[in-house]
């Protein structure tokens, strides 16, 4: 309870001109008014004012005026400066950049130019042209098919491949597992994939396994991949050519004609090629047919792959198609999306999820790369190889795999990429190639010549040639070149 004022008449008491003694000093009207007003100024902050109202003779009448009650008073409080409110984050002003590349970006061989840079180590954007905007990626994709692998197979997986038990005697079944690196080749021979499984030791397994009895018929069972074995937007040529085979969950080799060629033309029925190879391991006069294994048979024999850590960095360094396909088909079935090109994209972007980058606008047609309908943002791209970078989770396994500039081997080591005026990269950029017919592309990571190490991805899509190369390798070099200092403008 507040304190009473002494200085504040009691409701009900002598008025202040009742107190005093009588006065002959005559006053004006309008004086009077004045001396009331002022009084009641005064006696307002007291809680009661007693003011005279102005008679014709000069007298005044009182009038109580109630007094507000003490909740109704605010509490006077000091005046201070207005203050501005604190920003929620820290405003930090960006260097002023001044290393332009803009006439490299300008150059025709680029085609539709996209492009984004990013100083790995304070993720600031230095250098985007359409870095938003998702497009074909070729074989970058493979990228994003390899960090799905690691993330929904683990880095220590193995496609096995089995023989079980047939329904007749005297029968066996060869059960493909998706590993399209089984070899033909004699187990003391590597193919093409070093460290691959060997039909031979298969063979020899699954004799051991019949205890004598004679085998008199194979059937071949590739269930595991649903049809089609062919993407319908690839062109075949891909096939004849030797880039890309059938996928089909048993095969050897990658179905190359040469098992020992990383380019080498395929076959149409790569199913066929295992089996008569799988027959020729088992000895003379097997029958061969295709079909599924009977429910719960006995497993006779078994063989497995490389790890996934090594099948990503033998698909990235050379950018094997075959592999590449077999590792988003191994995603799409191990993470229980289905087992056909249709299902890769939901498992592959299932996988990427727990890098927690946004996926907005990826569009993911195959494991590969090769078919236009793909579509990437490069800023995807930078911030995937920043984690990259970091070896966050399992991801150094693709550090470890990809090309390098100058390096002694995989597609940045050919003569016509990062040579003369920018051989000065040498060491110090390491990236996936792409190509396709409508364009290239090259993603990575780049320890610049001032220390800093960026990330960056460059498309030069369209109707461009092969030069597109090396206009990409010479942007590039400018990335290198400038560092930190790498201006937007």
Same mark, same amino acid.
């Given at each position: 309870m507040? #304190?009473p004022?002494?200085?504040? @008449?009691e409701?009900g008491?002598?008025?202040?001109?009742?107190?005093? %003694?009588p006065t002959k000093?005559?006053?004006?009207?309008?004086?009077?008014? *004045? *001396?009331?007003?002022a009084?009641?100024?005064?006696?307002?902050?007291s809680?009661?004012?007693w003011?005279?109202?102005?008679?014709?003779?000069?007298?005044?009448e009182?009038v109580e005026v109630?007094?507000?009650?003490?909740?109704? +008073?605010?509490t006077p409080?000091?005046a201070?400066p207005?203050?501005?409110?604190?920003?929620?984050?820290?405003t930090?002003?960006?260097?002023?950049? #001044?290393?332009s590349?803009a006439?490299l970006a300008a150059?025709?061989r680029?085609g539709e130019? %996209?492009?984004q840079?990013?100083?790995?180590?304070?993720?600031?954007?230095?250098?985007?042209?359409?870095g938003?905007t998702a497009?074909r990626?070729a074989?970058?994709?493979?990228v994003?098919?390899s960090?799905a692998?690691?993330?929904?197979?683990g880095p220590d997986?193995?496609?096995?491949?089995?023989?079980v038990?047939?329904?007749?005697p005297?029968q066996v079944?060869?059960v493909?597992?998706?590993?399209?690196?089984?070899?033909?080749t004699?187990t003391s !021979?590597?193919?093409?994939y070093?460290g691959?499984?060997?039909? !031979?030791?298969?063979a020899e397994? #699954?004799r051991?396994?019949?205890? /004598? #009895?004679?085998i008199?018929s194979v059937v071949?069972?590739?269930?595991?991949?649903g049809?089609?074995?062919?993407e319908p937007?690839?062109?075949?040529?891909?096939q004849?050519?030797g880039?890309?085979?059938? *996928?089909?969950?048993?095969?050897v080799d990658?179905d190359r004609?040469?098992?020992?060629?990383?380019?080498?033309a395929?076959?149409?029925?790569?199913?066929?090629?295992?089996?008569?190879?799988?027959a020729?391991?088992l /000895? /003379?006069?097997?029958s061969?047919?295709? $079909?599924t294994?009977?429910?719960?048979?006995?497993r006779?024999?078994?063989?497995?792959s490389?790890p996934?850590s090594?099948?990503?960095?033998?698909?990235l360094?050379v950018?094997?198609?075959?592999l590449?396909?077999?590792?988003?088909?191994l995603?799409?079935?191990e993470g /229980?999306t289905?087992?056909?090109?249709?299902? +890769?994209?939901?498992?592959v972007?299932?996988?990427?999820?727990e890098?927690? +980058?946004d996926?907005?606008?990826i569009?993911?047609?195959d494991?590969?790369?090769l078919?236009?309908?793909?579509a990437?943002?490069?800023?995807?791209?930078?911030?995937?190889?920043?984690? +990259?970078?970091?070896?966050e989770?399992?991801?150094?396994v693709?550090? !470890?795999?990809?090309?390098v500039?100058g390096?002694?081997?995989g597609?940045?080591?050919?003569?016509?990429?990062f040579?003369? @005026?920018?051989?000065?990269?040498?060491?110090s950029v390491?990236?996936?190639?792409?190509?396709?017919?409508?364009?290239?592309?090259?993603?990575?990571?780049i320890?610049a010549a001032d $220390?800093?190490?960026?990330?960056?991805?460059?498309?030069?899509l369209?109707?461009?040639?092969?030069n597109?190369?090396?206009a990409?390798?010479t *942007?590039?070099?400018?990335f290198?070149?400038?560092?930190?200092?790498?201006?937007?403008?």
């Open positions: 507040d #304190t004022d002494p200085t504040v @008449p409701p008491g002598p008025s202040a001109e009742a107190t005093e %003694q000093l005559v006053v004006s009207s309008r004086l009077k008014l *004045i *001396i009331a007003a009084v009641a100024f005064v006696l307002l902050g809680g009661a004012v003011a005279g109202a102005a008679a014709g003779d000069g007298s005044a009182p109630a007094a507000p009650t003490a909740s109704a +008073i605010p409080t000091a201070g207005e203050l501005r409110p604190a920003p929620a984050v820290a930090v002003a960006s260097p002023l950049r #001044t290393c590349v006439d150059d025709s680029l130019f %996209q492009a840079v990013v100083n790995a180590g304070t993720g600031e954007v230095l250098f985007d042209r359409g938003g497009s990626a074989s970058v994709l493979k994003l098919t960090a692998a690691l993330s929904v197979l997986y193995r496609a096995t491949t089995t023989v038990a047939g329904s007749e005297g079944v060869l493909g597992g998706g590993d399209l690196t089984l070899s033909s004699p !021979d590597d193919s093409f070093d691959a499984a060997h039909l !031979d030791d298969l397994q #699954t051991a396994a019949m205890g /004598g #009895t004679a008199t071949l069972d590739s269930s595991y991949f049809d089609p074995a062919w937007s690839w062109n075949r040529k891909e004849t050519q880039y890309m085979p059938l *996928i089909t969950a048993l095969q990658g004609d040469n098992p020992y060629n990383s380019t080498s395929r076959s149409d029925d790569p199913v066929a090629r295992a089996g008569a190879a799988f020729d391991e /000895g /003379g006069g097997v061969v047919s295709v $079909g294994a009977p429910a719960g048979a006995g006779l024999a078994a063989v497995q490389q996934v090594t099948l990503i960095q033998q698909s360094i950018s094997d198609n075959a590449a396909e077999m590792l988003g088909r995603v799409a079935v /229980g289905g087992n056909t090109f249709a299902a +890769i994209q939901p498992a972007l299932a996988g990427l999820a890098y927690g +980058i996926t907005t606008g569009l993911i047609a494991g590969s790369g078919s236009d309908n793909n990437v943002p490069p800023a995807y791209l930078t911030r995937l190889f920043q984690k +990259i970078n970091a070896r989770g399992n991801l150094g693709i550090f !470890d795999g990809l090309p500039a390096g002694a081997t597609s940045l080591s050919y003569s016509d990429r040579s003369g @005026p920018n051989a000065d990269t040498d060491g390491f990236a996936k190639t792409g190509w396709i017919d409508t364009g290239y592309t090259l993603s990575g990571i320890n $220390g800093s190490t960026l990330t960056f991805a460059v498309y030069a369209g109707d461009v040639g092969d597109a190369k090396q990409i390798d *942007i590039t070099t400018g290198f070149r400038c560092g930190n200092n790498l201006s937007n403008n």
